[in-house]
């Protein structure tokens, strides 16, 4: 069988691992101390870690004859030396080291020799929290244009090491786009996900099994998308859109995704039927991104008022509101509450997403649209949900765009889509947030190769922290994927 184009290029890096890893059994001694730290990519300068993570490799940015560096805490130390592309930081080495530094820092220190000479820049630091991070991040590997689906996937990282896996491939789907995979309260064991075109429907793969849902209801209700997980497991929160894909002759933003109409509405897991109400699918408004807070008594969703489309894209900006839910009775609360309102800081929310504790939401804020992966201006803001006091994350945020984002089921991580490294290419970034909300300096997801993010032609989409290793049986996905779908209706 021909082997997917993705697992070929991850399969190069991993060999790369067996060509040296330029350790150094001694620590050069410096004639000199720079007075600035080192250029380092990825730039992992002072960044807060997890106590159970792989070890952070980089590479230095400028030219040496010879580079060695040292990670230590206290008496216990690693020496790396540097091959070609970089430092290559141990793996087993490096766990005991993390052993030893959980709830300190670990001290990096990056020699370099220049005419014979060795020098040394200023150490940074290595918070390692004793915050641990859900063991597994799920992605999508896809192409990063416009309308590509040929080759993609749902893969799994084991974020303890550098072992990535395939979770489904659309190679056994007929090529078909795939994509929304989402997990009830971090959950690998119930996983849900679309496929579109050929074999299209709405996909539930839990501990019974596989079910494919035809969720074509009525004239209005089609496709579901931006699903959210009741913490129950008995409801799905999704958005019906209508979507339209636009460019741009001439505009910082490469090109316009936006709906023609969209609602909200409630899927029931046992009864496999929808329901809404009218205020969550007015006619004069666009509704959409909803996610269920973790009590399951709210749901979050965001609104805006409807215009004329496209003419009018730039006016389109969406609040962020809230409904009552009581699960017992598949109702909604008679009022909206809307939290941020999007004329006053004239800004455009998207996918809100609340702290598995209840106390805070992070959503992504643009000047106008709901697309925003699109929009170079897209960062993230939270809220404090018990205050109602809402900032922009700025030590999270860069120049380019932040969007999608997701929680650690501890509350202490998010993990969220970034293109700040070319502007192209989005990538999984990690951001402590501490009791307070308070952030720290995010991170990329490191890679086996220290230079992977230059060499690696796939945007990772939907980075979703799951509390384990994610096993769906592909055949029975695939047996399912041939069958019709099971009827949605709409319900009362």
């Known amino acids: 069988m021909k082997q997917n184009r993705i697992i070929i290029i991850y399969v190069w890096f991993l060999l790369m691992a067996f060509v040296g890893t330029g350790c150094s059994s001694s620590e050069p001694v410096a004639e000199e101390t720079l007075s600035e730290q080192p250029a380092i990519f990825p730039d992992y300068l002072d960044v807060t870690i997890p106590a159970n993570f792989a070890p952070l490799r980089f590479c230095l940015e400028t030219e040496a004859e010879e580079a060695v560096a040292t990670v230590s805490c206290g008496p216990e130390k690693l020496v790396v030396g540097s091959s070609e592309d970089g430092f290559w930081i141990p793996e087993k080495g490096w766990k005991r080291l993390l052993e030893t530094a959980a709830g300190k820092d670990l001290e990096v220190k990056v020699f370099v020799k220049r005419q014979g000479k060795w020098v040394v820049y200023q150490p940074f630091r290595w918070h390692v929290s004793t915050d641990r991070v859900d063991p597994y991040l799920v992605y999508r590997l896809i192409e990063p244009g416009y309308e590509l689906w040929n080759t993609m996937g749902i893969y799994q990282r084991d974020l303890t090491s550098f072992r990535q896996t395939a979770i489904l491939t659309n190679e056994s789907t007929q090529h078909n786009c795939m994509n929304c995979h989402s997990f009830r309260s971090q959950d690998p064991s119930e996983m849900l996900f679309h496929m579109r075109a050929k074999l299209g429907g709405t996909y539930l793969a839990g501990k019974e099994g596989v079910e494919k849902l035809d969720t074509k209801v009525n004239e209005d209700i089609q496709t579901l998308v931006y699903p959210s997980w009741h913490p129950s497991g008995n409801y799905v929160a999704f958005s019906v859109n209508q979507t339209r894909q636009a460019f741009h002759m001439n505009h910082p933003n490469r090109i316009e995704v936006y709906d023609l109409a969209s609602d909200v509405v409630v899927y029931d897991v046992r009864r496999h039927e929808v329901v809404t109400d009218s205020l969550l699918s007015a006619s004069g408004a666009f509704e959409t991104f909803p996610t269920f807070s973790p009590d ?158 230059r060499r690696f032609l796939y945007s990772f989409n939907i980075p979703e922290l799951v509390k384990g290793k994610v096993e769906v049986n592909r055949r029975k996905v695939v047996e399912a994927a041939h069958r019709p779908g099971i009827p949605v209706t709409l319900g009362k």
């Not at 003419?311 to 017992?328: H, K, N, T, W």
């Not at 998207?350 to 992504?364: I, K, W």
């Not at 109602?388 to 030590?395: D, E, Y």
């Not at 947030?433 to 220290?450: L, M, N, R």
């Open 296 to 453: 399951g008594k709210t749901l979050y969703f965001c609104s805006a008022t409807a215009r004329p489309m496209p003419a009018e894209f730039e006016q389109v900006r969406y609040s962020l509101c809230a409904i009552g839910f009581d699960p017992e009775k598949r109702s909604f609360t008679n009022r909206v509450d809307t939290l941020f309102q999007a004329d006053s800081l004239k800004k455009s929310v998207s996918f809100p997403r609340v702290s598995p504790d209840g106390r805070y939401l992070v959503f992504t804020a643009a000047s106008y649209g709901n697309f925003s992966i699109w929009h170079k201006d897209a960062d993230l803001y939270l809220m404090d949900l018990h205050t109602r006091k809402c900032i922009p994350m700025t030590a999270a945020n860069s120049r380019d765009v932040e969007s999608y984002h997701s929680w650690s089921s501890s509350g202490r991580w998010l993990v969220f889509s970034s293109r700040r490294i070319d502007g192209l290419y989005t990538h999984p970034y990690l951001v402590h947030i501490g009791a307070d909300g308070v952030c720290s300096k995010p991170f990329v997801v490191p890679q086996e190769s220290p230079d992977f993010y």
